[in-house]
């Protein structure tokens, strides 16, 4: 009933996800890379793809074992491919977006059996806003939910066929997403698991049980691989690991300073999926006529991991990603069983939303906030206004007015995104124009030092190392008890130790570009007299 005829819905899916692509990849390296996450997965990944060393993640010089190497590798492999800049960091990322959407479609039609209704959950899924974060800022986040995903329909597959082949795959991608970000990337898959039960379980299923051991054992050797290589090098990792990583990040708000209100997924987990949400919040009551086993899926795969994550010490909303692959499957079913009454009701709402977002995008530039962008890119708004008003008056069913206007605003607000970042860098908390102005006076070939700040993007941007001045910065505290020498010192000067602020001496006598943001304290002015020009970039003084 709903989008496309059966026979032409894998078609339908990969003609849209290749339009997608087109999009996902225009201007993709257009703003640089923001802090603080972003930059430093980029930054990470860069000195990854420069020195060659696959297992021991560098930040600035200095050992970095917060996450697993795998999104780094990814990532670094995209630079070999297509450079170290953000194209080359990103475009990694728009695959797997690209990816969770197939997944989606494949999980749904086992689970509804129907491909109509697949498409309509993986569109949903694509337009989600929280998603399309998720592809457009580098973190792990994304990968792990590629392979969380790729995991859960490998275990559908598993469950509905009985061949023993699918299950060493679900461990295998079990074991991926550990080395993407160690054991939170257990938790999707095997609540989901669990959630399934036996509803889909071949008759023949038994007959391949055994295979669980052995399939284990294959995710215990690829996912502790890494760990394990690293806990015979040093003993220093087993506490780290264990301890550091799994118990405080979980129970410890303070432990990576990323606290937040234990309300916090509860609020914005909603307005990152809007309109979708609204629509799960206002037919809630009619989840009650769901089938049983679809009930406790949803259970297992939305409110269970919603309070676990909302009791951690440590929020990011990118952390409950793929809690909106199931929102999508969820709000799809409540799309499909919607009476038509109710379905005009909310397609008027939720077309009218997506009218007041782009009249939002169309007037930014009126704003009095700053906002610059060329008047061509206005083209996109005043596009999306028109496909809107096309759907609204046309003669398709009111579920696919709805769909298809979330993905005509999704898919011309990439283009328009992107564009607005490009111009307006002051919104991405990046280095670019720092990096722009160094590059314009010839000046990258002199030593970057950084005073008091932690700016991974700027090393990023200039394809180089530069020098950080810890003057007392909470920001500049780095983990260096797995350093084995002390050439993380050339990197890192510290200027409570003297031989640190002998090596600024130096440094200083050989010309370098000094970057401060805001002013230097009274006490280090003396720092200036080595230098001639200054430009000011925002918040930012370059001095050279």
Known sequence: MLLIRKTNADRSLLGLLLVLLLLLLFNLGGWGVVETSE??????????????????????????????PLTYIITSFGMELFGPDAFGARIFLQFSLLLQVWLVYLIAKVLFGNPRQALLAAVLYFTIPAVLVSARNLTTDSFLATFELAAILAWLRYKTRAKSGWLYFFYLLLALAFLTKGPVGLIFPVLVAIGLGGNYTSPDNHTSRWHHLPALLLLLAVGSSWYIYLMVKDAQFVDYFLFKHTVQRYANPETFGRSKPWWFYLVLAPALSLPWSAILFARFRHLLEMPRPLKRLFILWILVPLVFFSFSGSKLILYILPIFAGQALLTTWLLIHMPEKTARKAMNYGLLYLVVLTVALLVAPLLPVGITLPWRVLTFPVLILGALAVLWTGERLPQQKLVYGALVFTALLLPYSTKLLEHNPQFTNGSRPIAEVILEHNLEQRPVLVYNRLLPS?????????VSIDDGSDKLVREVQFESDEKWRQELLQLNRPESMQRLQDLLQQEPVLVVKNELPEERRWMLKYFDEQRQVGEWTVYY
Request: charged fraction near 25%.
């Open 39 to 68: 930059a430093r997965y980029a930054e990470i990944s860069r000195e990854m793809w420069q020195s060659g060393d696959l297992l021991h993640p560098r930040l600035l010089g200095i050992q970095h074992y917060h996450k697993p």
């Open 458 to 466: 700027l090393a990023f941007e200039l394809n180089k190392s530069i």
